[in-house]
């Protein structure tokens, strides 16, 4: 069990994990404002001169122009009855405004193209509701793709207008579940249709920027403890996320939600994926999404460890044991082993050697075949009531 492969794997499994948190580096301390994080050069310092916006629709009667007549509306735009036309005409009920680079010459604080935050929330809920949670619009790739552009310019202009209060965090509470779900969705679609590192990238932005609004903003804040735990399971074994944790006020760090989280970090530093997998079962179906990507990592490590400490020619450890100990039917078990290296014979016995072991292909690295542990918790819940976190409640 301390070979040397073990202890090199052991340190590449921290060291992923630290790498998973990198977002979480950059959290200062003692700043004013919770959204004084985000570098902002078109916008002078004092409040004064910070602009507001007045545009009352999802997307300024200027752009929707533009786009019509450049003919750059998404088919999720456009009025009905006129997709197919040589030009489709925009539907302003269902126009929102695209992300657009900062350019030179280009007035990016005029009030008028500006929405002020209660108008970009309501923007935020219209595109969980009628766009992420609409039955009818496929496939789901290109749902996530018009979503995620919206949110980064609804995260644009909050960040010119210096946006904070309750409206702020409620924005922020929902960008931070879609892309947490959309993490666990999609984390098998092509690069194409779907990049995990651009993903994770505005999710750790979104997320450290929600965290310091809890800190610098008085309350309350209902979802406090939600987000503190979510952002530890996201980046489990980062000593920046289990550092800011510690630095909790303790009735904060005691809840339920938090202390749960605290334990699944801990089993995933002593590489106790026995542990880790059992613990999993008491999380919600959003806690177990912003878990699940170190989930398959923890399996492997398991096995590495097993190939390592019952290596013996004559040593036949059961499969229907080993199943239950990485939380998964034997098939799973049988097909996660042989992506390994690990021999499973045909009396279902599991034959570990410390040389066989190997670390799976590409083609074999598929995440939502070992999904169960996130799917079970699933059942009822819509697209809307994850994301909204109108039902959020311990599903174990």
């Not at 902002?40 to 122009?65: F, I, S």
């Not at 290596?311 to 998964?328: A, E, I, W």
Request: glycine share 6%; charged share 25%.
């Amino acid at each position: 069990m301390n070979s040397g492969g073990a202890r090199r794997n052991n340190s590449s499994l921290q060291n992923n994990a630290t790498g998973r948190g990198e977002g979480w580096r950059n959290q200062g301390r003692g700043r004013g404002r919770c959204q004084s994080h985000v570098k902002d050069k078109t916008v002078p310092h004092g409040d004064d001169t910070v602009p507001r916006g007045v545009c009352q629709t999802m997307c300024p009667a200027g752009e929707l122009r533009k786009r019509e007549s450049q003919n750059r509306l998404h088919r999720f735009e456009m009025l009905a009855g006129t997709e197919k036309e040589r030009k489709p005409r925009a539907d302003p009920l269902r126009a929102v405004k695209e992300y657009s680079r900062p350019a030179a010459g280009k007035d990016s604080a005029n009030s008028a193209e500006l929405r002020p935050p209660a108008v970009l929330l309501k923007t935020v809920c219209y595109l969980i509701d009628e766009v992420a949670a609409s039955p009818h619009l496929h496939p789901w790739t290109e749902v996530y793709s018009f979503v995620f552009d919206r949110l980064r310019s609804v995260k644009q202009d909050m960040i010119i207008q210096r946006a904070h209060g309750p409206d702020c965090v409620a924005v922020l509470e929902r960008m931070v579940r879609f892309l947490l779900y959309a993490s666990y969705r999609l984390c098998d679609e092509p690069l194409r249709h779907f990049d995990p590192r651009i993903n994770d990238t505005h999710l750790q932005e979104n997320l450290r920027w929600l965290l310091d609004c809890y800190t610098h903003e008085t309350g309350p804040h209902p979802n406090q403890e939600e987000f503190q735990a979510l952002g530890l399971l996201y980046n489990l074994g980062s000593s920046v996320a289990m550092r800011h944790i510690m630095e909790l006020p303790a009735p904060l760090r005691h809840t339920p939600a938090i202390m749960l989280a605290i334990s699944i970090n801990q089993a995933f530093l002593e590489r106790n994926t026995v542990r880790l997998l059992r613990s999993a079962r008491r999380l919600n179906f959003l806690q177990a999404c912003a878990m699940h990507r170190h989930v398959t990592a923890s399996r492997k490590d398991l096995l590495l460890l097993y190939s390592h400490g019952f290596s013996s020619r004559n040593c036949r450890f059961p499969l229907s044991v080993l199943s239950k100990l990485l939380g998964l039917e034997k098939s799973l078990t049988s097909t996660l082993c042989r992506a390994c290296g690990v021999e499973v014979n045909a009396d279902e016995q599991v034959v570990f050697s410390k040389t066989s072991f190997a670390e799976p292909e590409q083609g074999e690295r598929c995440c939502s075949l070992y999904h169960n542990i996130v799917t079970e918790k699933q059942k009822d819940l819509t697209i809307g009531n994850i994301i909204h976190g109108t039902l959020t409640k311990d599903t174990s």
